[in-house]
C-alpha cells in the first residue's frame, strides 16, 4: 500500500522520502524518482509524514520510538496516520504530535493495493481544520474519495473499524454460507453465479468468492488482518459496554485459521476452516493436507 | 407475494384461480379478472399449481391435507413449490406429488412484492425435466431470472437456503455495525453514506439501513420471517455435521427481537436488540419502550 501511494503522490508533483523494511520497494521508489531513506536534515523540512505500517505498535514506534520522527518535524507539519488502529490511540497520536507543535490527521484508507497505485483510495479522514488544511495536497494526491468525519482524530477510526467489523463478517460468512452449499451438492462456481444476483450477496463476497472458485490463495488481503481487526473492533466495543456477537464468531473462523497455518494466504481461504470441519473438498485444494 | 404472482401470470394471458386466507385479496383478484376459490372440478382442469405460503407445514397441508388438492389434479399436472422449505421436504413433496402422477418444481423465490407483481421475481428451480417443461410457461409469466439448479427436487431449496444464510447475516451483521458506529458517536445516517462506498456493504445493507436511518419499521419482509429461515438452515447443516457459527449468532439476534415483540416488524428492527443492549438511542425511536 504504502509504495503504491508513494507512487500516486510522485506522479502527483510531491517530492517524496521513503522508509520500508522492504529493501526492493526502497530501490523501486528511488527508479521512480523518491528518495529512500529519510535524513534528519530531510525530516525537518517535510510537510506532511504517511505512515503506513501494519498496526498501532509500529506506529507508535516510528512516530515516538527510539528514531522518533515527530520531535525532527518542523512546527505545523502533519501526520497521517493510514493504520487501522482504536480510536483511542488516534486521540492519543493526536495528543503527542500536539506537544511538539505537530498536526495530526486520523487518516484510515480502504481500497487496496490498486487503488493506492493510481491515488484512487478511499480515506476516512477526521481531525482539527488545521491538520485537513496542512494534509489537503496529500488527500488530493492519494485519494478519489476523502470522507470528512469530524474535528478530532478517533472519529475516522471508528468508522474503518465499522467498515472492517462488517467486510471480516462478510468474508467468514460468505465462506460459511460456500461450505453450506457444497454439503447440499452445491458447487462453489454454481454459488457464486447464483449468489452474485440475489439479495444475499455482498461486496466482499463478489471479490473474494472467486478466489475459491478457482483455488487460488495467493494473498490480496491476508488471513492474518482479520484477528488483528477484528481484534480492535471488540476492544473498542468492549470499552462501550457493547457485545459484537457476529464479530466475534467471524473472529473465532479467522483465528481458527491462522491456528491451521494459514496466516500469510489470501484471507478467502478461511474456507478451509469450514471445509475441513463440513468435510466438503474445495476448488484446487483436493490434494492439500489441512 | 402470491397475490402479485397471480396478477402477473393473468397479465401473460393465464386463467386464474386463487385461494387465500386473505378475503381482500381474494376480491382484489376477483377484480382482476381472476376467479376466486377452487372448486373440485376447477381443479380437475389445472395445469399448474402455485403454492406461495408461510412454511413446509401449509404447503403440506395444501397439497396433502384435509382438503388435499394434489388427488385433484390432472395427470403431468405440475406443483411448483415457492416456499423456503429444506431439501429433504422438497424431495418428499416430488415423491408423494409423483405417486399421483403429479409432476414437482421445486421453486423457491426471491424478489419480494413489487418484483412479484411485476413478473421479474428470481426463481431457484430444480427439478425432472418434465416438470420444467410443464413448468415453463409460469416461470415465463413469474420470473426475470430461472436458475435451473439440477434435475431433482432439493437442490433449489439448498440454494435458497444458501440465500437465506447469507441475507439474514448480512441484515444482523449490519444492525450490529450501525450500533457500533453508534457507541462510537457516528449516527447512522453518515453510517450509511459512508459504508455503502466501502467494501464493507452488501445489498441487505443498502436496502435495509435506510429503514433504520428513517426510523420507519413498516414491514417490507418481517423479523419472524428469520427464525424460520435460518432455523431451516441450522437444521439443514445439522444434518450434514456441519456447524453455521455466524448463522447461529444472527438467529439468536432475530430470536431476541422476536422475544421483545417485534415479530411483525421489519426485519431492520433487529437493530433495536442491540441498541437496548448498548445503550444507543436510534432515529425516530427515542420514546418507544422497548
Known amino acids: 500500500m504504502g509504495f503504491g501511494m508513494a507512487i500516486s503522490a510522485l506522479r502527483a508533483g510531491h517530492r517524496i522520502w521513503g522508509q520500508d523494511i522492504n529493501h526492493t520497494a526502497m530501490e523501486r521508489l528511488q527508479q521512480e524518482g523518491g528518495t529512500a531513506g529519510i535524513s534528519i536534515e530531510a525530516a525537518a523540512a517535510l510537510d506532511a509524514v504517511v505512515i503506513v505500517v501494519l498496526n498501532a505498535a509500529q506506529m507508535e514506534n516510528v512516530l515516538f520510538g527510539p528514531e522518533a520522527i515527530v520531535p525532527r518535524l518542523r512546527r505545523g507539519a502533519v501526520v497521517l496516520g493510514c493504520v487501522t488502529v482504536a480510536p483511542a490511540f488516534a486521540q492519543a497520536m493526536e495528543t503527542r504530535c500536539a506537544e511538539h507543535d505537530v498536526l495530526y490527521l486520523d487518516a484510515p484508507i480502504s481500497g487496496g493495493s490498486l487503488k493506492a497505485a493510481n491515488g484512487c483510495l478511499t480515506i476516512m479522514a477526521s481531525g482539527k481544520d488545521a491538520a485537513f488544511a496542512a494534509a489537503r495536497p496529500v488527500l488530493d494526491a492519494l485519494a478519489e474519495t476523502v470522507f470528512e468525519l469530524g474535528a478530532s482524530a478517533g472519529s475516522a477510526s471508528a468508522m474503518k473499524a465499522t467498515n472492517q467489523l462488517l467486510a471480516g463478517v462478510h468474508i467468514a460468512v460468505m465462506a460459511e454460507a460456500l461450505t453450506f452449499a457444497a454439503t447440499q451438492g452445491i458447487d462453489a462456481a454454481t454459488f457464486l453465479s447464483v449468489i452474485q444476483k440475489c439479495a444475499g450477496t455482498s461486496w466482499m463476497l463478489e471479490n473474494r468468492a472467486p478466489h475459491i472458485v478457482s483455488g487460488d490463495y495467493t494473498p490480496h488481503s491476508a488471513i492474518d488482518i482479520w484477528p488483528k481487526d477484528l481484534g480492535i473492533v471488540r476492544e473498542i466495543a468492549g470499552s462501550a459496554g457493547f ?47 489441512m
Not at 467471524?250 to 468435510?279: I, P, T
Open 243 to 289: 457485545e459484537v456477537q457476529i464479530t466475534t464468531a467471524a473472529l473465532r473462523q479467522f483465528a481458527d485459521a491462522s491456528a491451521m497455518g494459514l496466516g500469510r494466504e489470501d484471507d478467502a481461504a478461511v474456507v478451509k476452516v469450514y471445509a475441513r470441519q463440513a468435510g466438503v473438498v474445495l476448488p484446487g485444494v483436493e490434494g492439500e493436507r
